[in-house]
Nanobody, 124 residues
Framework: QVHLVESGGGLVQAGGSLRLSCAAS????????LAWFRQAPGKEREFVGG????????GYADSVRGRFTISRDTAKNTVYLQMNRLNPEDTAAYYC?????????????????WGQGTQVTVSS
């Protein structure tokens, strides 16, 4: 089993930055890809970006490309989501999710392991 724990959320002013962390433990050798999703109140969970576990290739949603960056610390089995130039529309609960398949899936249905989420609130 793979276990994911997110951290780093908080309250930030528009234009500011935050870095979220997703620490993976357990059978991390089973991870093919890891992704970040977010869900705002009353909205569906949406893909933010993802990274392949083996070679760190990344992909992003159009809404965050150029502002958000995903990276991985191999030694710590931790994936980071660096979020810059935040705006109130980025306010949501952010989740990391893992899948076995080595593909950057963009649907929440593609992922079977989820963290508990961390709240990001951007004030205007």
């Amino acid at each position: 089993q793979v276990h994911l724990v997110e951290s780093g959320g908080g309250l930030v002013q528009a234009g500011g930055s935050l870095r979220l962390s997703c620490a993976a433990s357990g059978r991390t050798f089973n991870i093919g890809a890891l992704a970040w999703f977010r869900q705002a109140p009353g909205k569906e969970r949406e893909f933010v970006g993802g990274i392949l576990w083996s070679d760190s290739m990344t992909g992003y949603a159009d809404s965050v490309r150029g502002r958000f960056t995903i990276s991985r610390d191999t030694a710590k089995n931790t994936v980071y989501l660096q979020m810059n130039r935040l705006n109130p529309e980025d306010t949501a609960a952010y989740y990391c999710a893992a899948r076995r398949l080595r593909l950057l899936g963009r649907s929440a249905d593609d992922f079977g392991v989820w963290g508990q989420g961390t709240q990001v609130t951007v004030s205007s």
